[in-house]
């Protein structure tokens, strides 16, 4: 989303993709995922790329988590502190990556 609001030249789609941005960092991806990321196919693979990474790091450094269900920024709360530093970081890549990502592939 971040990387169509930033690279879009296109009004409408940047006043689309905003909310849909916010929405997903706070954890509803549907507006995100339908609304923008399907409709140019491009950024979904893009997001997947980076939540693949994202996972990645996860799981080679054994992140444990108390729960399931929350999801986006707050989805830190359900993870065990002594792994907040490495979510913390998978968390950045799965935000710059796809930003970068969709910004390359965009233009």
Known sequence: MVGII?????????????PAAISAYLGVT???MY?????????M??????????GLL???????ANGIG?????GILSI????WQVYAMAMAIAVVVPII???VVYQ
């Open 6 to 18: 930033i690279a879009s030249r296109k009004q409408n789609e940047r006043e689309i993709s905003v």
């Open 30 to 32: 549907e507006p995100a």
């Open 35 to 43: 609304g923008i990321n399907l409709k140019f196919r491009f950024p």
């Open 45 to 54: 693979l893009c997001a997947m790329i980076g939540s693949g990474l994202a």
């Open 58 to 64: 996860c799981g080679l450094n054994g992140v444990l």
């Open 70 to 74: 929350v999801g986006g920024l707050p």
């Open 80 to 83: 065990q502190p002594t792994y």
């Open 101 to 103: 990502l969709t910004s």
